[in-house]
């Protein structure tokens, strides 16, 4: 199973980023994905799910900001995040959920700074 993470970079506070995660390994239109992020010195937070039809749940600090789609032909989940805020700033990681097992890719930092 390989997840890798696209997009991530530096950006200025009210600004956008786009970042994409390629799966492969799984069924992935079977699998429920998402979007961890892990901040200096604090624990790995969860930031979005997309179920596999396509329902999604976001973490209260994001909402309104960010938003997580899939494209099952491609194996693709999305995250794009939109007025980004510097407390955003982390490594960002894609996971997937299939027959019970976590899966994560390498992570892809995102640093929102003036």
């Known amino acids: 199973v390989q997840l890798q993470a696209f997009g991530g970079g530096l950006v200025r506070p009210g600004g956008s980023l786009r970042l994409s995660c390629a799966a492969s390994?799984?069924?992935?239109?079977?699998?429920?994905m998402g979007w961890f992020r892990q901040a200096p010195g604090k624990q790995r937070e969860w930031v979005a799910t997309?179920?596999?039809?396509?329902?999604?749940n976001y973490e209260d600090s994001v909402k309104g900001r960010f938003a997580i789609s899939r494209d099952n032909a491609k194996n693709t989940v999305i995250l794009q995040m939109n007025s980004v805020e510097p407390e955003d700033t982390a490594v960002y990681y894609c996971?997937?959920?299939?027959?019970?097992?976590?899966?994560w890719g390498e992570g892809t930092q995102v640093t929102v700074s003036s």
């Open positions: 997309i179920t596999p039809i396509g329902i999604t």
């Open positions: 390994g799984i069924k992935f239109g079977m699998a429920p």
């Open positions: 996971n997937a959920v299939f027959l019970g097992t976590n899966y």
